[in-house]
Structure formats: structure tokens, C-alpha cells
């Protein structure tokens, strides 16, 4: 069945059966567990901890994988790219702190294979598009304070997208097109296309802060969680 994975600053995870509701708390290392990220197959779930340190975990068996220390910042953000076979051969995983630096990892042979720092600040959050960059190999987003949106390959070549003037806390990326979709704390979502590397259409704006962004599975909605309390689509 379908299981959801939630992470808390308690130290512990909770693996929910979504048919049932049944709940398993799973207590973990660290002095917290946030953010939480599930890779896209669900075999590992990366959080990050108050000490600095991003831990992966099996989901299925509670044990962790790898322990990847190095941020002197909270952790705010983390994202898995590659793999596509069982365990961690080939997958990387971009995490992102409250200081503006962004870590790329190599989760086979835990090496870090490149570290760079913005200006703008902290990095909200991190998601692989799945499109391959110019150099073959993954494609991340990034967003984060004043407005910072940003495209990313794990050798740390930038490519800046205009549009957002506040603070970026949600994206999600189109299921079959290259759309990125992006919100921000002044309640504005853009469409970017990836394919040209520009802003596309800013959608109505929201009374207030948007946190949350996700496209249905056939691409054709796009809801938005606003600080108001409302889910819009």
C-alpha cells in the first residue's frame, strides 16, 4: 500500500499507511528531523538536523544509510536525482542550508562532490526537475529569500530566473512539460519555462503567503496551499 513519511523536531519519523491510517513512529539520530525529502521511489527518505548533519534512511527498515555531515547551518532543504535501480548506486543529493550554501552529494560513495555559496541567503528548497542539464547529468531548482529562483547542476553551474521579488518556500515541476511552478511569500505564483529559461505567466495573485504548489498527475491543474488557509486550483 501507499505510505506517507512525515518528519518532526521531535527526533522522529512516522510512516503513515495512507489506506488505514495506522501509524509507525520511528525514532531517529539527531536532535531533530527536518526538512524531510522521499526519493522517487520511495526507498530512501533524507532529512536534515539542528547538528548540520543530513541522514538518509531506508524507509522500509528504519536503518540509516549514510550520515553526511558538513553544514554549519540548519539544513532547510534536500532533493534526490539519478539512481532509477535499488540502493544507492548512481544517486545524488543536493541539500541546501539557512546560510545560502548548497552541498551536492555522491550517496553511493558519500563524497562530496561540490559545495558553493550564494549571496542572496538561505535556500528554502531544492527539487530535481528531471531534465538533464547541459553537461548531461541532473537538473535542480532552487529556491530561497529575495526572491532567488535558480537552476543547478551538480557541478554548481548556475542559471538565474527573474520574476519573484520575496521570499520562495514552494515549487513543483510539470509531470510531462517543462514547466517549473513557484511561490512566494507575497502570494505570487510564476510558471517558468525550462526549456527557454524565462518566466512564462504570473497566475492570480493570493492574499497572502503561498507554501505549498503541486501539479495533478496529468499536469492539467495546479493547486496552491496560501497562508489564508485555502487550497486554490
Known amino acids: ?10 527526533a522522529t519519523l512516522r ?3 495512507v489506506s488505514t491510517g495506522e501509524c509507525t513512529v520511528t525514532p531517529v539520530p539527531g536532535t531533530g528531523a527536518w526538512p524531510g525529502e522521499v526519493s522517487p ?37 534536500a532533493a534526490f536525482a539519478g539512481g532509477g535501480g535499488p540502493g544507492l548506486h548512481g544517486r545524488r543529493l543536493l541539500t541546501g542550508d539557512q546560510a545560502g550554501i548548497i552541498r ?13 555559496s550564494l549571496p542572496e ?12 542539464s547541459a ?13 532567488t529562483l535558480l537552476l543547478i547542476d551538480e557541478q554548481g553551474q548556475v542559471t538565474r530566473l527573474a520574476g519573484h521579488a520575496d521570499a520562495i518556500y514552494a515549487l513543483d515541476i510539470h509531470p510531462s512539460r517543462p514547466l517549473l511552478a513557484s511561490g512566494d511569500t507575497k502570494g505570487e505564483v510564476q510558471l517558468s519555462d525550462l526549456a ?5 505567466t504570473v497566475l492570480a495573485s ?5 507554501y505549498g504548489l503541486t501539479f495533478s498527475p496529468d499536469g492539467s491543474q495546479l493547486a496552491s496551499a496560501c497562508l489564508d488557509g485555502l487550497v486554490r486550483i
Open 1 to 10: 500500500g501507499r505510505v506517507l513519511v512525515t518528519a518532526a523536531s521531535d
Open 135 to 147: 553537461r548531461g547529468g541532473p537538473l535542480f531548482a532552487a529556491a530561497g529569500a529575495a526572491g
Open 196 to 200: 527557454t529559461r524565462s518566466q512564462r
Open 104 to 116: 551536492v552529494w555522491d550517496l553511493d560513495s558519500e563524497n562530496l562532490l561540490t559545495r558553493f
Open 41 to 77: 521511489d520511495g526507498e530512501l527518505f533524507a532529512y536534515g538536523a539542528p547538528d548540520g548533519v543530513v541522514r538518509v534512511l531506508h524507509v522500509a527498515s528504519g536503518e540509516i544509510r549514510r550520515q553526511l555531515p558538513g553544514h554549519a547551518s540548519l539544513v532547510y532543504t
Open 206 to 210: 493570493h492574499p497572502d503567503a503561498v
Open 15 to 17: 510512516l503513515w499507511d
Open 121 to 132: 541567503g538561505a535556500f528554502y528548497r531544492l527539487l530535481a526537475t528531471g531534465i538533464a
